[in-house]
């Protein structure tokens, strides 16, 4: 039973960095693609970025919305049993709660970031970028 732990959100000024941890319990993630996505108050989830299941040498392929472009890098430590989130260069609209998810194990282990394609979801940590 895989449970997700996203941690490290808070309250940041424009321009300021910060890091997200996704951290597995229950099983691993090294099988998982695993996407981060966000919501901002009154609109939609969106894709920010996505990583794939694990490879051989534990890396897996990263994929990018374009507001995360140049600016945020997704990662995975499997010795940690973690997926991250760096973000800099932060600006207003990246104000939103940041959610980590993974798909059905064996159903998607490309770099998928639709929203519809995952199953299980954090809690969410709150990112706020504000002078």
């Known amino acids: 039973q895989l449970q997700l732990v996203e941690s490290g959100g808070g309250l940041v000024q424009p321009g300021g960095s910060l890091t997200l941890s996704c951290a597995g319990s229950?099983?691993?993630?090294?099988?998982?693609?695993v996407g981060w996505f966000r919501r901002a108050p009154g609109k939609e989830r969106e894709e920010v970025a996505c990583?794939?299941?694990?490879?051989?040498?534990?890396?897996?392929?990263?994929n990018y919305a374009d507001s995360a472009k140049g600016r945020f890098t997704i990662s995975r430590d499997n010795a940690k049993n973690t997926v991250y989130l760096q973000m800099n260069s932060l600006k207003p609209e990246d104000t939103a709660v940041y959610y980590c998810?993974?798909?059905?194990?064996?159903?998607?282990?490309?770099?998928?970031?639709?929203?519809?394609?995952?199953?299980?979801w954090g809690q969410g940590t709150q990112v706020t970028v504000s002078s």
């Open positions: 998810a993974v798909p059905e194990l064996g159903t998607v282990v490309a770099a998928i970031c639709s929203v519809g394609a995952y199953d299980y």
């Open positions: 229950g099983d691993t993630l090294d099988y998982y693609a």
């Open positions: 990583i794939s299941s694990s490879d051989n040498t534990g890396h897996g392929t990263p």
